[in-house]
């Protein structure tokens, strides 16, 4: 099974934090689900469960015990910069927690999904399709991004922060929980979604190859009706694939950038509050490691957002462009347009696009929209920063004046 073979890097891993369902993948008639691959599943998925409502609740109902900066000046560090801190590690276990309880939920639709995709590889191999994408350079470097900030928040937690052993531990936790499953989301995504682009890519040189040769050689047989027809035929069921694959994927994606925009956002305003609350010399520690944790927040989820919509985005516009080939066709030759009329009339309808549970559309253009809402949300907080630096300094004020 090729298909099986193209996602060997990151199966097994993908597999062992119950991301990708454990599947017998020894013939395509027998590829399923496997009964103790499901039991671990689960198991997985309600051991983080439990584990996240206690955290939560401790998080919350405890959220002093938690604090990241031992500045005693709240003119650095305020009561809104220890809220949104509060709040980012809320969104970061359940953020974890929905993606694994997704991933295990949808396991047997993933598997039906990938024997879809072994059976049309058949197809593609038999006409020569041999590529395969590889991921490495990215995921290296994702990997090093998402290891910085394992280790910045360790340094800024362990040595820093007034936190007792016990929640240290409980925070260092759900923070490499967050970025292991955020890292292995990402470069699976990555490397089934470029692996169906190229498919679609290979079937798409097929078909404009088969469109020239109408353009300079109108002929209508049965030959060329049932490669055409063949050609349709996997093109529809890539739509579909695509389709599942969404529907697998789009709750998980919900989730995870919810927290990526939570986070990017919060970390720049804590970057900013950061800087701007410098009063001298003395503190220009605290900003430094503040600064250094804050950007490595920023430049991982950013990262790991980039690597996402530019592969929904791959497939999508890959998986589009075929209705714009089809239609040279159409035009050119009245003998097909019976076969090609109902694919073109379901493309113009709805496009090939990936969603984060229908919320909102995720590609190239999210990216933009994302920075575009942080920067307004960046105004808010910095309003807010300013309105409480105010009401500090009337208090000070105020006390010296009694005194």
Same mark, same amino acid.
């Given at each position: 099974?090729?298909?099986?073979?193209?996602?060997?890097?990151?199966?097994?891993?993908?597999?062992?934090?119950?991301?990708?369902?454990?599947?017998?993948?020894?013939?395509?008639?027998?590829?399923?689900?496997?009964?103790?691959?499901?039991?671990?599943?689960?198991?997985?998925?309600?051991?983080?469960?439990?584990?996240?409502?206690?955290?939560?609740?401790?998080?919350?109902?405890?959220? #002093?015990?938690?604090?990241?900066?031992?500045?005693?000046?709240? $003119?650095?560090?305020?009561? &809104?910069?220890?809220?949104?801190?509060?709040?980012?590690?809320?969104?970061?276990?359940?953020?974890?927690?929905?993606?694994?309880?997704?991933?295990?939920?949808?396991?047997?639709?993933?598997?039906?999904?990938?024997?879809?995709?072994?059976?049309?590889?058949?197809?593609?191999?038999?006409?020569?399709?041999?590529?395969?994408?590889?991921?490495?350079?990215?995921?290296?470097?994702?990997?090093?991004?998402?290891?910085?900030?394992?280790?910045?928040?360790?340094?800024?937690?362990?040595?820093?922060?007034?936190?007792?052993?016990?929640?240290?531990?409980?925070?260092?936790?759900?923070?490499?929980?967050?970025?292991?499953?955020?890292?292995?989301? $990402?470069?699976?995504?990555?490397?089934?979604?470029?692996?169906?682009?190229?498919?679609?890519?290979?079937?798409?040189?097929?078909?404009?190859?088969?469109?020239?040769?109408?353009?300079?050689?109108?002929?209508?047989?049965?030959?060329? #009706?049932?490669?055409?027809?063949?050609?349709?035929?996997?093109?529809?069921?890539?739509?579909?694939?695509?389709?599942?694959?969404?529907?697998?994927?789009?709750?998980?994606?919900?989730?995870?950038?919810?927290?990526?925009?939570?986070?990017? &956002?919060?970390?720049?305003?804590?970057?900013?509050?950061?800087?701007?609350?410098?009063?001298?010399?003395?503190?220009?520690?605290?900003?430094?490691?503040?600064?250094?944790?804050?950007?490595? #927040?920023?430049?991982?989820?950013?990262?790991?957002?980039?690597?996402?919509?530019?592969?929904?985005?791959?497939?999508?516009?890959?998986?589009?462009?075929?209705?714009?080939?089809?239609?040279?066709?159409?035009?050119?030759?009245?003998?097909?347009?019976?076969?090609?009329?109902?694919?073109?009339?379901?493309?113009?309808?709805?496009?090939?696009?990936? &969603? $984060?549970?229908?919320?909102?559309?995720?590609?190239?253009?999210?990216?933009?929209?994302?920075?575009?809402?942080? &920067?307004?949300?960046?105004?808010?907080?910095?309003?807010?920063?300013?309105?409480?630096?105010?009401?500090?300094?009337?208090?000070?004020?105020?006390?010296? $004046?009694?005194?």
């Amino acid at each position: 099974m090729k298909i099986v073979r193209d996602l060997k890097s990151i199966v097994k891993p993908g597999q062992v934090f119950a991301l990708i369902p454990f599947f017998n993948m020894d013939q395509e008639e027998s590829f399923k689900l496997e009964t103790g691959g499901k039991i671990y599943g689960y198991l997985v998925a309600f051991l983080l469960m439990v584990s996240s409502i206690m955290f939560c609740e401790d998080v919350l109902f405890d959220s #002093w015990a938690y604090k990241l900066t031992a500045s005693k000046s709240p $003119a650095i560090q305020g009561d &809104t910069e220890e809220i949104n801190r509060t709040i980012e590690t809320l969104f970061c276990i359940c953020s974890y927690t929905m993606i694994v309880l997704s991933s295990v939920h949808n396991g047997g639709k993933h598997c039906r999904t990938l024997r879809e995709i072994a059976k049309i590889d058949e197809y593609l191999e038999v006409n020569g399709f041999k590529r395969q994408y590889s991921c490495r350079m990215l995921g290296t470097l994702l990997a090093i991004s998402s290891a910085g900030v394992v280790v910045v928040a360790f340094y800024y937690v362990h040595f820093l922060s007034e936190m007792d052993i016990e929640r240290q531990c409980v925070v260092m936790f759900v923070y490499s929980l967050q970025l292991v499953y955020s890292y292995l989301f $990402a470069i699976y995504l990555r490397i089934i979604l470029m692996n169906l682009a190229q498919r679609i890519e290979f079937l798409n040189c097929r078909l404009d190859e088969f469109t020239r040769r109408q353009e300079k050689f109108p002929t209508y047989d049965k030959e060329n #009706w049932r490669e055409l027809s063949n050609l349709i035929e996997m093109f529809c069921k890539f739509r579909y694939i695509a389709e599942n694959m969404n529907s697998v994927t789009g709750v998980s994606l919900l989730f995870f950038f919810g927290f990526s925009f939570y986070t990017v &956002t919060n970390q720049s305003y804590l970057a900013f509050a950061t800087l701007t609350s410098l009063r001298s010399t003395a503190s220009m520690s605290n900003v430094k490691d503040t600064m250094g944790l804050s950007c490595a #927040w920023v430049i991982a989820e950013t990262a790991t957002m980039i690597i996402i919509c530019s592969s929904c985005d791959a497939l999508a516009s890959e998986a589009n462009t075929t209705s714009q080939i089809l239609s040279r066709v159409y035009g050119k030759s009245k003998e097909f347009q019976n076969i090609i009329d109902k694919y073109l009339t379901k493309s113009i309808n709805q496009d090939v696009q990936f &969603t $984060a549970y229908g919320f909102f559309a995720i590609d190239n253009s999210t990216l933009f929209k994302i920075f575009s809402a942080v &920067t307004t949300y960046l105004v808010i907080l910095i309003q807010f920063k300013q309105l409480e630096d105010s009401k500090l300094e009337d208090t000070i004020e105020t006390s010296a $004046a009694k005194n």
